[in-house]
């Protein structure tokens, strides 16, 4: 049911990313602190995966995330990048994100343009969507993770 390393539970506090979600693609994102990417399991590839979030212990939304070093941007950095499928009213930096992974989508490629990798983005987000409305998806929404205070149950 699951790809190799999947579910996976993280969470951190939002971060300034690269400042091009909102700005350049119109599909905000929050982004978490290098010592969450680097504490991701080996086996989980980089690429587009989905699942579910919320910030500061509030409600669960659906969510797709980007994990790698996208390549149309050449970055140098790994980053772990979540848009959750729901709009604030600001952003929501120096908030904890709780994410729990359980899909993969697709691998990080690289685009020809700017409004291709929107095209892909807008593609993932509908896949993510869908998925989600699976009932074995649906039971991860309302994990006690998403809502628990124990430090020990926000790094399993």
Same mark, same amino acid.
């Given at each position: ?30 982004? =978490? $602190?290098?010592?969450?990417?680097? *504490? +991701? ?5 980089? !690429? ?39 709009? =604030? $009213?600001?952003?929501?930096?120096? *908030? +904890? ?5 359980? !899909? ?53």
């Amino acid at each position: 049911m699951f790809s190799k390393g999947l579910p996976h539970f993280a969470s951190g506090v939002v971060i300034k990313g690269f400042g091009r979600g909102s700005k350049q693609l119109g599909i905000p994102t929050a982004n =978490f $602190p290098e010592s969450v990417v680097d *504490s +991701l399991p080996q086996e989980l590839n980089t !690429g587009v995966y989905y699942g579910w979030a919320n910030v500061d212990g509030g409600p669960v939304y659906k969510m797709v995330m980007s994990i790698g070093w996208n390549p149309y941007y050449k970055n140098t950095k790994k980053s772990m990048e979540t848009h959750i499928l729901h709009t =604030f $009213p600001d952003d929501f930096y120096g *908030s +904890l994100l709780r994410v729990c992974l359980l !899909g993969y989508i697709r691998p990080e490629r690289d685009f020809q343009s700017l409004d291709d990798l929107i095209a892909a983005i807008k593609a993932d987000i509908v896949v993510a969507d869908e998925a989600l409305e699976k009932s074995e998806m649906l039971q991860y929404k309302q994990d006690d993770f998403f809502h628990t205070n124990n430090v020990e149950d926000l790094c399993r």
